[in-house]
């Protein structure tokens, strides 16, 4: 069974009722596999709606949470992060950390990223993801 992690986008997405997206996740419904949230996906929305002051999106942040659950970050997921960066600055390549602590967090805990930014995660070495917008 695949657990797919949502990046912020495919949060995005989701919020503005895409229908491409909500296929999807209708999809992954029909053959009983699971969504999660990151917690920096998390984050990067919720900081988005609340500079905003979108209570109308907030409340529907907080439904998609009650569905999909923001997962956690632990010291295994750090330690990945910090080891992801090390890797990508000795080949002179740059991910911004946002990026590294959801690529961590997904190697970690062995989920596919449903993204639509596969150029940001392609450099990035046993990460499953899948390009929910193709």
């Given at each position: 069974m695949t657990t797919f992690a949502l990046d912020t986008n495919i949060l995005s997405y989701l919020m503005k009722k895409d229908r491409q997206v909500l296929e999807r996740i209708k999809e992954i419904v029909r053959e009983d596999?699971?969504?999660?949230?990151p917690p920096v996906a998390y984050y990067e929305v919720k900081r988005g709606l609340l500079a905003v002051?979108?209570?109308?999106?907030?409340?529907?942040?907080?439904?998609?949470?009650?569905?999909?659950?923001?997962?956690?970050?632990?010291?295994?997921v750090w330690e990945e992060a910090a080891r992801l960066y090390a890797i990508l600055r000795k080949r002179g390549q740059a991910l911004e950390d946002a990026d590294l602590f959801?690529?961590?967090?997904?190697?970690?805990?062995?989920?596919?990223?449903?993204?639509?930014?596969?150029?940001h995660f392609e450099m990035i070495e046993g990460l499953q993801y899948t390009n929910w917008k193709a």
């Open positions: 596999e699971d969504c999660v949230i002051n979108s209570s109308k999106r907030i409340q529907l942040l907080d439904t998609l949470c009650r569905h999909f659950p923001v997962g956690e970050m632990n010291t295994a959801i690529a961590a967090f997904c190697l970690i805990n062995g989920y596919t990223l449903a993204t639509n930014n596969t150029r």
